[in-house]
């Protein structure tokens, strides 16, 4: 082969082009800058940091800290290739303890934007102000002797047009800037943090003296008071942070934050390990909500397996999901014991046996407009039976799941354990689980009050406050309008904050705080779903499952006539709208063969 006709194929790329294929492995979003942005003024052991932004981060990203600043030298060193002030030696690499340590992220980001740096190190009487675009410094000057650093960039990607072109809408990309933020504030609990957009304070998160108040001041929705402490502590690994109770656990995801060393990442072993510690304590459906802190020796975990850190490999990999399992498992299980014995002592110190209270007005729901108010002379009209087949059918419950009388009688005969209704329907032994039969009995007469357009809606007599993290605030905001057509007024009350106004009619007065959290996941899932249909019932199956009945309320026997029968006036569908059982029957010949009667 002629070595000279191959000459040419193989060029080294020019310095830009380099840079800027660098920044593509960093830089992959707006967020992404604030992340590395962040971790800098985090390693310079800043007690203050301000994140502005502009149009979602297209317009301009600026972080300020009062941290350690940097000299002249250094300020114009920063942005070189693989220049860092946190290793010295390979060695250190396989242990790194700072957030940042590869020297990649400032000259990625100088790479595809416009930069302005300004700095100043502690005891300097002059600070520096530098200039780039495109990675190149244009200007340096003196600068007000101002303590810390504060690095703006603006037109991001104006050099890389390809990668502008697939970013998001700036609603979408400012909500993964508050994500970012908001992890950052959980890691670094006694840092505060302000987040602002277009000029107005979004969140501020003051430094705080525990991870508790921490996880309160971001996640109070999702948590309320009922976040559980989990502080284990093995073989050199130790596990902190917090867990919801199962009984707030829900179908959505937020938040499930992990951080490693302060790091935040996403690591399907913990992952995997919380799910099974949860195991049976979960019901089906739900997920299970955490926001944990692994501190790991830095010399058992690598954070050099991804570009941006997201990614972590654990030496013990085997001994960190046995910790967090068992950990997330014995909290649970304290939790269980310590409820049960606070039922215990608090019958022993009162003395009272409980006694069945009425069904509540706030659950009470007979038909649009009306309380719930037991009739036991009132019989139930069931629909024909070729009209079983137009019922609404949702997660594929078979809508005739068997024949009914044109009025069958029905005999209420008690409760079980304030949970299940026993009662004779027609010649059938019936029992009913209180909470899915109510909760479908809501869902049927929502959606058609959603179908022929009458869905009347109730004003609270006191608006209930609601307060979001940023991202949950921003998708509720986006999706105001939908909710009041289907009978739920909701008004902004700040950046994050918002007043319920009115409910429809036939909710009652449900948890809200918790029911807005299921209207959030649901309305997640929107962008994905093309039918208007498919959209509005889920939303409308969270309204009924939280206007429903609770398990473990206590039901007179004039209540329980009433429920079976707007059940049975419904069809007798043997499933809720989220799949769950509603009833279980016995015919009369079948207790017949079980009691051996010919």
Known sequence: MD??????????????VIGRIAAGEV??????VVKELLENSLDAGSSTITVEIKDGGLGLIRVSDDGEGMSRGDASLAFERHATSKLQSDQQLGAVRTMGFRGEALPSIAAVSKVRLTTVARHDVVGTQLWLAGGTISRVEDAAAIPGTSIEVSELFFNTPARRKFLKSTTTEFSHISHVVQQAGLAWPHVHMRLVHNGYEVFALPAVSSPRDRVLQVYRAAFGERALAVDVERDGLTLKGFIVDPVRARAGRTPQELFVNRRPIKNSTVQHAVVDGYSSFLAKGHAPLFVLFLDVDPRRVDVNVHPTKREVRFADTEQIHQLVRSAVRQTLGRAQVEASMAGVVHAQMTGVVPQTPSFPAREQVHAIGAPYEPNAGQQASAPPPDSLAKQTSFVGEGAAAYAVNASPDILALGQMNRTYLIAQVGNELQVVDQHTAHERVLFERLWRAWQGGTMASQPLLLPEPLELPVQQALLLQRHLPELERLGLLIEPFGPA???????????????????VQDLLDDLEQWDSISSLESKVKPILASLACHGAVRAGRAMALPEITQLVQDWVAEGLIMTCPHGRRVAFRLSSDELGRLFDRP
């Open 3 to 16: 070595i000279a006709s191959s000459v040419g194929k193989i060029q080294v790329l020019t310095s830009d």
């Open 497 to 515: 904050s918002f007043l319920i106004r009115s409910l429809p009619v036939m909710l009652g007065h449900p948890d809200l705080a918790a029911l």
């Open 27 to 32: 830089v992959e979003r707006p967020a992404a």
